[in-house]
């Protein structure tokens, strides 16, 4: 049985939107050091009171991140999202990951991820690269 026919006649643009792209985060994984990577595991501590980060990982105040390369935004049908994210139509590419975890209510206005940003691009740049080597497919 097909569930992809929703009925709203943009049936083709949703399902180009489903193929997830995981291309420019394996670009981050494979251009990572071990000591980036070990950096981004220290660094992503700071979301892991928030998020779930491992398969199946409890995720106690926001989205699980298990999978949010190439994921579309605000798109898991377990979390109530706020309208800031849910109303966006693009996936989370490197360079959007990136703009969020810079400063959230730049990028999306009204989100209710109540952290003020990762200032430091080396810092993003590592947590870039642990997602990116230990969460791909
Ligand atoms: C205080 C809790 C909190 C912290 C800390 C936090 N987040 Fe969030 N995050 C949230 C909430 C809540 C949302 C949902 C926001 C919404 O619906 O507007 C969210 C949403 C997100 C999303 C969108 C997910 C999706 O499915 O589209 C990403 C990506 C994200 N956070 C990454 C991070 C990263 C990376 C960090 C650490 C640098 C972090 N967050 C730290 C609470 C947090």
Redesign the pocket.
């Known amino acids: 049985m097909s569930c992809s026919d929703d009925g709203t006649g943009s049936v083709g643009a949703v399902e180009a939107r489903a193929v997830v792209d995981h291309s420019d985060w394996k670009v981050a994984a494979e251009g990572a050091t071990e000591s980036t990577v070990a950096r981004g595991e220290r660094?992503?501590q700071?979301?892991?009171?928030?998020?779930g980060i491992g398969e199946g990982a409890p995720s106690?105040?926001?989205?699980?991140?298990h999978g949010?390369m190439g994921?579309?935004?605000?798109?898991?049908d377990s979390?109530?999202?706020?309208?800031?994210?849910?109303n966006?139509t693009e996936s989370?590419t490197v360079k959007q990951?990136d703009e969020?975890?810079t400063s959230?209510q730049d990028l999306?206005p009204?989100?209710?991820?109540?952290?003020s940003?990762?200032k430091s691009r080396e810092?993003?740049a590592a947590?870039i690269a642990y997602?990116a080597t230990k969460s791909l497919p």
């Open positions: 660094i992503i700071m979301c892991a009171g928030c998020h106690p105040a926001g989205p699980s991140l949010i994921r579309r935004v605000g798109s898991l979390y109530p999202y706020t309208q800031a994210l849910t966006q989370w990951f969020f975890i959230p999306y009204g989100t209710g991820m109540a952290f940003g990762l810092d993003r947590l997602l």
